[in-house]
């Protein structure tokens, strides 16, 4: 089935993805929290009713497939713990014309500007993805400025998770979060995106609660984009805006080509997450989009920022 109110011409591509390999799964069994199992790639995702990943080239397949059913062009794969760039990197070997791959870093990490260095100019990966929330650290430390360097060096963007972080599999686990939100401020992106200009900075889910800090943001700094994905829940905390409402301020301020359309898809069976795809075309419908800011938004932003098919 083509993808709702899609037409054959269009080429729809995904920005925000998350390629949830064995390693994420043995990332989370060593968390003292986390129940005793032998073999996690297999037992943790049966206690959350997930398919186990299997290798990341069998991985691959099955996201290639699940872009093939939904006649999806292209999809940004993210390594969802640090140090498993390897594993998105064979994917995106696999299938270099499907997809791009994004790798987590903390940047405060031991060896991580060389890590970063590796991962975009030796294993071609085309983001390096940040959660400050998560490791604990604040978006004006030095480290960061290192990383966007290595960026800046190699034509690579830096994906900034700001907001309101909660990871499903966590929860359902029962495996403490200690994220602290505050490090996730937009604002705090201000000083090294003016620094580095030529590096594409992309904020998901419209700032995920920061929404106006985030187009404070971006107002000052041409180079922030947001991508739109998941279900925006966030909208609970800025009330009454509605998704509508987030699109048309966000293309009024941003302009529609620093805008990026993604779904958060992430485990199997569920697959790709076409719900999330059909709330966005209605937003946009209703905000009475062009035919160009939709392709914009929907195609050829992905191909500006992550390259053309294959690089």
């Known amino acids: 089935m083509l993808a709702a109110n899609s037409t054959a011409q269009e080429r729809l591509n995904d920005a925000h993805c998350h390629f949830l390999s064995a390693?994420?799964?043995?990332?989370?069994?060593?968390?003292?929290a986390a129940p005793a199992v032998t073999d996690p790639a297999v037992e943790l995702p049966a206690r959350l009713g997930w398919d186990p990943p299997g290798s990341p080239e069998s991985l691959a397949d099955r996201w290639v497939a699940e872009l093939d059913r939904h006649h999806i062009h292209r999809a940004a794969l993210m390594a969802s713990v640090p140090n498993d760039e390897d594993s998105v990197a064979l994917a995106v070997s696999r299938h270099p014309t499907r997809l791009v791959g994004m790798t987590m870093l903390n940047p405060t990490a031991p060896g991580a500007t060389e890590r970063a260095e590796r991962a975009v100019a030796g294993l071609g990966l085309r983001s390096i993805c940040l959660f400050p929330a998560m490791h604990?650290?604040?978006?004006?430390?030095?480290?960061?400025?290192?990383?966007?360097?290595?960026?800046?060096?190699?034509?690579?963007?830096?994906?900034?998770?700001?907001?309101?972080?909660?990871?499903?599999?966590?929860?359902?686990?029962?495996?403490?979060?200690?994220?602290?939100?505050?490090?996730?401020?937009?604002?705090?992106?201000?000083?090294?995106?003016?620094?580095?200009?030529?590096?594409?900075?992309?904020?998901?889910?419209?700032?995920?609660?920061f929404f106006r800090e985030t187009l404070m943001a971006a107002d000052l700094c041409s180079n922030i984009h947001v991508d739109t994905s998941s279900s925006n829940a966030w909208t609970k905390y800025v009330p009454p805006i509605r998704l509508a409402d987030a699109f048309r301020r966000t293309i009024e301020v941003l302009g529609p080509d620093r805008v990026l359309f993604g779904s958060d898809?992430?485990?199997?069976?569920?697959?790709?997450?076409?719900?999330?795809?059909?709330?966005?075309?209605k937003a946009l419908a209703a905000i009475d989009a062009d035919v160009n800011t939709q392709q914009a938004i929907f195609q050829?932003?992905?191909?500006?920022?992550?390259?053309?098919?294959g690089c």
């Open 265 to 281: 898809s992430s485990f199997f069976p569920r697959g790709w997450q076409m719900p999330v795809y059909d709330a966005q075309r």
């Open 23 to 32: 390693g994420f799964f043995d990332t989370l069994a060593k968390d003292p």
């Open 136 to 209: 604990h650290f604040s978006l004006d430390d030095d480290h960061v400025a290192a990383i966007f360097q290595v960026a800046s060096d190699h034509k690579a963007a830096i994906f900034v998770h700001c907001g309101v972080l909660s990871i499903g599999a966590r929860k359902k686990l029962g495996l403490p979060s200690r994220f602290d939100i505050r490090l996730g401020d937009p604002l705090a992106l201000i000083p090294v995106a003016s620094t580095f200009p030529t590096v594409t900075v992309i904020i998901p889910h419209f700032g995920a609660g």
């Open 300 to 309: 050829s932003n992905f191909d500006r920022v992550f390259g053309p098919t």
